[in-house]
């Protein structure tokens, strides 16, 4: 089932999975305020639909997933509006941080500046293997800076010095080295891969998946005595969801976990 939430961005409803595609091939799949806008309104209304277990981010075409800002516009594309404290695609970012849904960057193409910024967001990454990658803001006299830091943990210093500093662009296996991708495949295989993950977290407790993403974000800036008793907070509490008693069970029985979709005003995130 396929939806457009503007002319820019399209969803399309596969299975498990919400697809969210920019719709710009003309211009590289460019990022504009209308695309971060419907990118950001279709993560947030899926995480109301508690059947979405994964949500699939993609561009139109096969020549680029995202060629980061539209510079047709001129600097004002780098431009804040001076009365709200955020940016539009800072506020697209929390809204990614806080989801509970596994992202997918489905790298169908080239994948430079804030298109890697947008791929960064997300969770996991399959990329076909004519892709490329880099962030070559400082050939046109700007800088990164937004998306430094969503790669800053990403990377080692090494590749995000280079990336930066150089402006010059990486390929698929290159990516796959550094660590900014899961898997490179042909690109006629892309959905199949990209389709095989999602049948996979289909597979896992929505709950338990719901609560690692949001542990895995609340670690990643503690230090190892914190992290650790934090770990042990969190895994007491997982162990009393509903979830984890049918999880037990399931195993006991020897069958298919049958799995209660979450449900926002439950107390199992408590």
Known sequence: MSQNISEVVLTERRGNALWISINRVERRNA????????????????GSDPSIRAIVLTGAGDKAF??????????????????EPTTDFGRLARAVHQSGIPLIARINGACVAGGMGLMALCDLAVVADHARFGLPES????FPMQVLVYLRKMLAPRHVNYLCLTGELINAGQALEMGLANE?????????????????????????????????????????????????????LASRTDDAKEGLAAFSDRRAPRWVPFTSGTNQND
């Open 31 to 46: 990022l504009n305020p209308d695309v971060i806008a419907g990118i950001h309104a279709s993560i947030v209304a899926a």
């Open 66 to 83: 995202c060629a980061g800002a539209d510079l047709s516009r001129g600097t004002g594309v780098f431009a804040a509006d001076l009365d």
């Open 139 to 142: 050939k046109v006299g700007v």
């Open 184 to 236: 490179v495949v042909p690109y006629a295989h892309l959905d199949e891969r990209v389709e095989a993950l999602v049948a996979s977290i289909a597979q896992t407790s929505p709950i338990a998946v719901r609560r690692g993403k949001y542990a895995i974000a609340a670690m990643s800036d503690m230090n190892f005595d914190a992290a650790l008793a934090f770990a042990e907070t969190q895994i007491a």
